[in-house]
């Protein structure tokens, strides 16, 4: 019986299946505890294939980490626009941050991988760095545009208020991790900050 070749896809596509797998092995494993080799066989593919299209095994982690927040943003700002009180902009971010992973965030999961890693490795920090920088800038015009509709009061510092929005993204993985918080105590912190933002009840 002949095994029928494994599909070629074009490079674009590979590329996607590949991170798409990767976010998958790190997210379940860590960015330390995996290899290139098991990210390629789980993507059905032979290590030198992977290496076609990412350099190392922490290009690859980039890519995984920059492939999730566009997902994610993709899915706040569907959130938003579906969202009529802008009261509940952050609350509904929140929820559908929560939603991709099913059980876990997986874009703080592999934060918290990352900033484990940074500090010995130069290129990590610089990258996260931006990367951080970019999702705190989305969540600070969000804080703006809510204030703008009324849903944020004015004297609220956006900037300020998107870094404890980032942390507290952070938090929640760390907590769960090492049994310091569970579901309960992170959806109190979150309505009170929501309800320090609105002035009010949300």
Not at 2 to 7: E, F, L, Q, R
Not at 22 to 51: D, H, K, M, N
Not at 85 to 111: F, H, M, N, Q, T
Request: net charge positive; glycine share 6%; charged share 30%.
């Amino acid at each position: 019986m002949t095994v029928p070749a494994p599909t070629r896809l074009p490079a674009a596509e590979r590329r996607r299946a590949l991170i798409e797998t990767a976010v998958r092995v790190f997210s379940s494993s860590s960015y330390r505890g995996c290899t290139t080799a098991e990210i390629a066989r789980a993507a059905g593919v032979s290590e030198p294939i992977l290496y076609r299209h990412f350099e190392s095994k922490r290009d690859l982690y980039l890519a995984a980490i920059d492939h999730v927040w566009q997902e994610v943003r993709r899915k706040w700002e569907a959130a938003i626009a579906e969202e009529p009180d802008p009261r509940r902009w952050l609350a509904v971010c929140a929820d559908s941050y929560l939603a991709i992973g099913r059980d876990k965030a997986v874009l703080a999961e592999l934060w918290v991988q990352a900033l484990a890693e940074a500090n010995a490795d130069p290129g990590l920090r610089k990258h996260l760095r931006r990367h951080m920088k970019e999702v705190h800038g989305f969540l600070a015009d969000v804080i703006r545009r809510s204030q703008a509709a009324g849903g944020v009061l004015s004297e609220r510092d956006p900037v300020a208020e998107a870094w404890i929005f980032l942390s507290g993204g952070v938090l929640g993985p760390i907590g769960r991790r090492i049994g310091l918080l569970n579901d309960e105590d992170v959806a109190r912190i979150r309505a009170a900050r929501m309800e320090w933002l609105a002035g009010r009840q949300p």
